[in-house]
């Protein structure tokens, strides 16, 4: 089993900048996908800034130059820099680690490369 420990999130004004953090434990593997979704009410979840264990980092088009992504192999630890945050970043963001399966090239990006999930840390920008 492995156990997922977020912090981080909170409210912010359009522009600010925000940190999650996500810490593994348990039995956690030697290479796998770690990174953070996000669901939007009424949206299927999204990967927003995921990575595979000596990999660059994923992002997807709405965030990418604005978050960043850092991994702490050793500690299991991933950090979301959310920086230029826009009122559309406003929903919950779940941390997500998982061994991953390389489909069409690609892996990390689907919900289905994930065994464990967080239990989600809301985001708020006010305009």
């Known amino acids: 089993q492995v156990q997922l420990l977020e912090s981080g999130g909170g409210s912010m004004q359009a522009g600010g900048s925000l940190r999650l953090s996500c810490a593994a434990s348990?039995?956690?593997?030697?290479?796998?996908?770690m990174g953070w979704f996000r669901q939007a009410p009424g949206k299927e979840r999204e990967a927003v800034a995921v990575v595979f264990t000596g990999e660059d980092p994923y992002y997807a088009d709405s965030v990418k130059g604005r978050f960043a992504l850092d991994l702490d192999n050793a500690k299991k630890i991933a950090y979301l820099h959310m920086n230029g945050l826009k009122p559309e970043d406003t929903t919950k963001y779940y941390c997500a680690y998982g061994v991953g399966t390389v489909v069409g090239g690609v892996r990390c990006r689907a919900s289905w490369d994930y065994d464990y999930w967080g239990q989600g840390t809301q985001v708020t920008v006010s305009s």
């Open positions: 348990g039995y956690t593997f030697d290479r796998y996908c």
